[in-house]
C-alpha cells in the first residue's frame, strides 16, 4: 500500500502503465476512491504511466483535522507530484476532482500540460444544499446517502443492466469515512471559480454527461465557454461518465493529449 507523509496527511496512491511515458493524473470526486478508475485504466495503461490517489479523507489516505478548503486539496497533490518527482503531468479530474485542476491550472500553470474536466463545474450546487448534506451525514451516516447516490451518479438503464457494478459503487461511496465526506463536502460548499479561468492557458477538454443532475451539460457549456483554449463532449450517461462509458471516455482522453503531441505519452 504505497503512500506518502506529507504535511499532517498520508496520501494513499497507486502507480500503473508505462513507466516510460508521460504521466496521467486522475483526481477523484466526492465519495468515491482511486477505484473509480478502475474502468478506463485498460484502455490507457499501454499509452501513460497513470497515477491515481485517494483524496485526503477517502479511501486509504489518511483523514486530518477540518476545515479544508481546495487549496489544501491541491497542494496535496502538488505534494504528491513533488515527492514522486513528477515535473508535469497530464491532469483528468472527474466532479471535485475537476476543481482541484482548475486550481492547479490556475495557481501552478507549469505543472498541467493539458487538462480534462470530467462532469465538473465552476460552481456545483449551492452552499445551502451542502449545509444539508452535511447534516445528513452526521445523523443518518453513509448508508442511506450511498444508495442516493448510485441514482445520480448512474442512468437507470445502466443500474439494471449491471446491477453489481452499481452495488461496487454504492459500497465504494458507504465506505468513505463520514469525517472525509463533511470535509469536502465543506470544500465544494466553499469553492467558487467563477471569473478565475481567464488565465489558464493548458488546453482543456470539458467532458459532461446528458442525464447528469449534479453537473448538467450547461455547466460544462459554460465552463467551456470560460476557458480560452478548450474543446466540449458530451456522453450518453450520468455523474460518473468515467465508469458509465470507460471506452468513449478513454478514447476521448487519448485523442486530445496526443492531438499536439503525437508519438508521446
Known amino acids: 500500500m504505497p503512500t506518502i507523509e506529507l504535511e499532517g496527511v498520508s496520501i494513499h496512491y497507486e502507480v500503473s502503465g508505462r513507466a516510460s511515458a508521460r504521466t496521467l493524473v486522475f483526481s477523484n470526486s466526492l465519495g468515491s476512491n482511486l477505484h473509480m478508475w478502475d474502468?478506463?485504466?485498460?484502455?490507457?495503461?499501454?499509452?501513460?504511466?497513470v497515477l491515481r490517489y485517494d483524496t485526503r479523507g477517502h479511501g486509504l489516505s489518511s483523514t486530518p483535522a477540518l476545515p479544508w478548503s481546495l487549496d489544501i486539496l491541491?497542494?496535496?497533490?502538488?505534494?504528491?507530484?513533488?515527492?514522486?518527482?513528477?515535473?508535469?503531468?497530464?491532469?483528468?479530474?472527474?466532479?471535485?476532482g475537476g476543481m482541484v485542476g482548475l486550481w492547479l491550472a490556475v495557481h501552478s500553470p507549469e505543472r498541467i500540460k493539458r487538462l480534462v474536466l470530467a462532469n465538473t463545474a465552476t460552481r456545483i450546487g449551492s452552499r445551502e444544499m451542502w449545509e444539508t448534506r452535511i447534516a445528513t451525514v452526521k445523523s443518518q451516516g453513509m448508508a442511506e446517502l450511498a444508495r442516493a447516490t448510485v441514482d445520480r451518479w448512474l442512468t437507470p438503464g445502466y443500474v439494471h443492466q449491471n446491477p453489481e457494478e452499481a452495488d461496487a459503487i454504492r459500497s465504494m461511496i458507504e465506505q468513505t469515512p463520514p469525517e472525509g465526506y463533511i470535509g469536502c463536502c465543506g470544500v465544494l460548499r466553499d469553492t467558487d471559480l467563477r471569473g478565475d479561468l481567464g488565465c489558464i492557458q493548458a488546453p482543456c477538454l470539458v467532458i459532461t454527461g446528458t442525464h447528469d443532475p449534479a453537473t448538467p451539460p450547461s455547466d460544462g457549456r459554460l465552463l467551456e465557454s470560460s476557458l480560452p483554449h478548450a474543446r466540449y463532449l458530451e456522453l450518453d450517461a450520468a455523474h460518473l461518465s468515467s465508469w458509465e462509458r470507460p471506452a468513449e471516455f478513454a478514447e476521448a482522453l487519448r485523442a486530445f493529449v496526443f492531438d499536439e503531441e503525437p508519438g508521446n505519452g
Open 39 to 49: 474502468k478506463v485504466l485498460p484502455f490507457l495503461e499501454s499509452d501513460f504511466r
Open 74 to 96: 491541491a497542494e496535496d497533490l502538488l505534494g504528491l507530484l513533488n515527492a514522486l518527482s513528477i515535473e508535469h503531468a497530464h491532469l483528468c479530474g472527474l466532479s471535485l
